[in-house]
């Protein structure tokens, strides 16, 4: 089985925070991978690593054969939907469309093709009826359907979605839930991080994460009693290690 | 009333503060777009006053006073990286502690001219009616720098406007574009200093793509109506600082920042009187 990532003793974090101890994995080309853990975990944190959005503080990453940076052209990073900018007049196609900025660049033109791409994905997420709708205007939803949008406007080998089906209304979960399977199908490997253990449970490979990676393996390999009283009752041991984690909402 | 509406403008001084008052309000109020979007407001008024030190020092020691904006502006984002670097401490309180720094150090400066009060109102508050042909070319060039930096990194900064981590994701370099949108907001806080004075350039700066925001669809409509916004609110300010007898960049300070209150208070008073009349919207259902 071909492998999408390796880490090494990988550490991650923010400036002077560390949220991803030193840790060891494997996460497989071509497959479903779903990252799993409590709030603060460093899900997220290893996700952004993943996409090349953030540089190891230790060990070794390799991304697709290279380093993240060089493998970032090839990766496409999906937002979650709770993150969007207040009072920026922002319409829905507009922000499908920079999924096209890799390609054209800074100055380059939109060609046909990338209008037409623009439109067929808006067109697979049901978004094409919110095309003139501000980012605001939308339910959550709705919002993470234009963010999936966004992600596949961009040519890639690689999905990584960050929380794309917490807390979202039921026609967005399954069109989303039905865009990941059939990237999958096609071939291209999808991470994506979650709270849900169905969700995880569904997925080809999991990484089960408490501030540092605890598992990664199978579903039936990683989600064992076992491991999940490690990763979800890990409140003294975060404070016997000095771990600092990246999320102020951390329910140890 | 044409004679009303004209003449304001019949002699040279009156049409060389025009043509310096329009072309300052134009690219203070493009590049603004991008500072507002950005939520740098703080940032940008403390840019504008950091500047003071550097122009003090040229009316002082009497040379290029855009050298000395360009040297204090540079200083300025230097130090306040550099705290932001060096300790926990959030960026605004660093760009607060610039802020009284910078604006405390060029008062000091310009308190050793002999015309102490006159040099720093006039770095303060500009002097638009003195404004020379040779300042106006100066700022031509700027502004011409000013806006098509804007229209050329047009797709970064609304990357970044939308998020940084996706801006990186997209490659955009975020990092790279906020440090150009630096310099642009430098550049137009020089070319417009000797036209409004660095005090009031925030005015233009801010409140023409504040005002702009409240009724704006898209980016581009955006920029658009805030430099229309920008070159309305000289005009006027012109005429009624002729008409009234008050200090003209004031004036010009003040139109846009009236403008933005009542097309506020307009838009509240026209979103409570729709909330009544639309029926409650139904709950979205939530997946288990």
């Known amino acids: 089985m071909s492998t999408f990532a390796t880490g090494r003793g990988l550490q ?3 400036e002077r925070v560390t949220a991803v101890a030193p840790s060891d994995f494997s996460i497989p ?4 991978t779903a990252i799993i853990g409590p709030n603060g975990s460093g899900k997220s944190t290893l996700l952004h690593a993943l996409g090349g959005l953030i540089e190891p503080q230790g060990g070794h990453l390799e991304v697709l054969g ?10 496409s990073y999906v937002m979650q939907s709770v993150a969007f900018p207040e009072g920026v007049p922002l319409s829905v196609r507009e922000v499908v469309k920079m999924g096209r900025y890799p390609s054209s660049g800074w100055f380059g033109r939109f060609s046909a093709a990338d209008r037409d791409r623009v439109d067929r994905v808006m067109d697979r997420l049901r978004v094409t009826d919110l095309a003139r709708r501000h980012l605001e205007e939308l339910s959550g939803g709705q919002r993470q359907r234009v963010y999936v949008a966004q992600g596949l406007a961009q040519d890639h080998e690689v999905l990584l979605l960050d929380e794309p089906l917490t807390g979202l209304d039921i026609v967005s979960a399954r069109t989303i839930d039905e865009i990941i399977h059939d990237e999958t199908e096609s071939g291209r490997t999808v991470v994506h991080t979650t709270h849900d253990l169905d969700e995880a449970n569904a997925a080809d490979h999991v990484v089960l994460m ?3 990676v605890v598992a990664s393996g199978s579903p039936a390999e ?4 076992s491991n999940l009283r490690v990763a979800y009752n890990l409140g003294e041991l975060h404070e016997s290690t000095g771990l600092i984690v990246d999320d102020p909402h951390r329910a140890c | 009333m044409i004679d009303w509406l004209v003449e304001p403008f019949l002699l040279g001084f009156q049409q060389r503060a025009l043509i310096g008052g329009l072309i300052a309000a134009v690219m203070s109020a493009t590049v603004g777009v991008w500072l507002v979007l950005r939520g740098m407001s703080f940032f940008g008024d403390a840019f504008v006053h950091g500047v003071l030190p550097g122009i003090a020092a040229a009316v002082v020691f009497n040379f290029n006073p855009i050298l000395g904006a360009a040297v204090a502006a540079a200083v300025m984002v230097g130090a306040v990286e550099l705290i932001h670097r060096h300790t926990k401490l959030r960026e605004d309180t660093a760009i607060g502690l610039l802020f009284v720094g910078m604006m405390a150090l060029g008062v000091v400066i310009i308190s050793r001219s002999s015309s102490f009060t006159g040099s720093l109102t006039s770095i303060l508050f500009g002097d638009a009616l003195g404004v020379s042909w040779d300042a106006i070319r100066q700022q031509a060039i700027l ?11 047009y797709r970064p900064l609304l990357a970044l406007s939308f998020s940084p981590v996706k801006a990186e994701a997209l490659g955009m370099r975020p990092k790279l574009t906020h440090a150009l949108l630096l310099v642009l907001i430098a550049t137009s806080v020089i070319g417009s200093f000797q036209a409004v004075g660095t005090m009031l350039v925030f005015s233009l700066l801010v409140a023409p793509p504040a005002t702009a925001a409240l009724i704006s669809r898209s980016i581009p409509m955006m920029i658009a109506l805030s430099a229309s916004i920008g070159a309305v609110s000289v005009v006027i300010g012109l005429m009624l600082s002729y008409h009234w007898g008050t200090a003209a960049a004031a004036t010009m300070a003040l139109v846009p920042i009236v403008a933005f209150l009542v097309i506020m208070e307009a838009q509240y008073l026209r979103r409570r009187f729709r909330r009544q009349a639309e029926p409650v919207p139904a709950q979205e259902v ?3």
């Open chain 1, 12 to 14: 991650l974090g923010y």
């Open chain 1, 210 to 212: 408490s501030g540092r």
């Open chain 2, 286 to 288: 939530t997946a288990a």
């Open chain 1, 29 to 32: 080309a071509g497959k479903l």
């Open chain 2, 143 to 153: 502004a011409a720098v000013v806006i098509i930096g804007s229209l050329v990194l």
């Open chain 1, 222 to 225: 990683v989600l064992t009693e």
């Open chain 1, 66 to 75: 290279g380093s993240p940076e060089a493998a970032k052209s090839r990766v």
